[in-house]
């Protein structure tokens, strides 16, 4: 069964048998700014007898340091799209490269290490592990990694300055309101230098301020990072942070 990015999904469903995975993935093409492309892609599903496309024809291009915000009605295909971007999903035609890899070449092995390394996951439910504290939980998609243990505390120190939350170092995520949490989430998403990082609607459960100054941290760490931001969302506010706007209606997308 296909994975979700908009299930409750904990990090084990994202990178399930990561810590097995060996291959090594390729780096991308040199001389590209290319994060992703998606080049006439068909999702299409069937249940019950009944066909449905969810993501007709569609191509599209992310580039190095994008701030996208893709934006549609309900049942256009938004989480078709980051699922399938995201690798939790394969499409029915088409071919989508991430980082340079060809998706549909690779096994599920490979695919779980490139979610590792190369794709960042910002839910609207936040998904973090409550039982580990702050930094544990930043820590955590390094140490499947395989990072070294003062690489890794080195960059969950960062990332937690970065968050603005070195004072919560220590503290157990269920203590922290939903803005800090959602920070804790995206210093997660971060952890791994991913080259692109997917959102689904991550303002959606915070209050309009909390998830303002959500939206300015995700603009800082699109600049310091320079990870590529796809952000779905209904959000008027996150539309105004937005440096591209990309529209899906029917599974079309049509690009603003
Ligand atoms: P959005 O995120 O924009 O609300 P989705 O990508 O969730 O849209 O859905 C696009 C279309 O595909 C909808 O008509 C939805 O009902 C359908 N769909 C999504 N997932 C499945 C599935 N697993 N099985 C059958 N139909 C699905």
Known sequence: MARSLTAAASPADVFPGS???TTTIESAATGTDIIAR?????????????TLKALDHVNLTLRQRDFAVLVGASGAGKSTLLNVLGTLDRPTKGEVRIAGVDVGT???NALSRLRLTSLGFIFQSFNLVEVLTVFENIEYPLIIAGARPAVARDRVQWLMEQVGLT??????VTHLS???RQRVAIARALANSPKLVLADEPTA???SKTGETILDLLNHLNDTEEATFLIASHDPKVMVHAK???KIADGTVIEC
């Open 19 to 21: 810590l097995a995975a």
């Open 38 to 50: 998606l080049t006439d892609v068909e999702k299409v599903y069937e249940s019950e007898g009944v």
């Open 106 to 108: 690779q096994s599920d």
């Open 167 to 172: 004072g919560h170092r220590n503290h157990r």
């Open 178 to 180: 939903g803005g800090q």
């Open 205 to 207: 459960a915070l209050d």
């Open 244 to 246: 591209r706007t990309i």
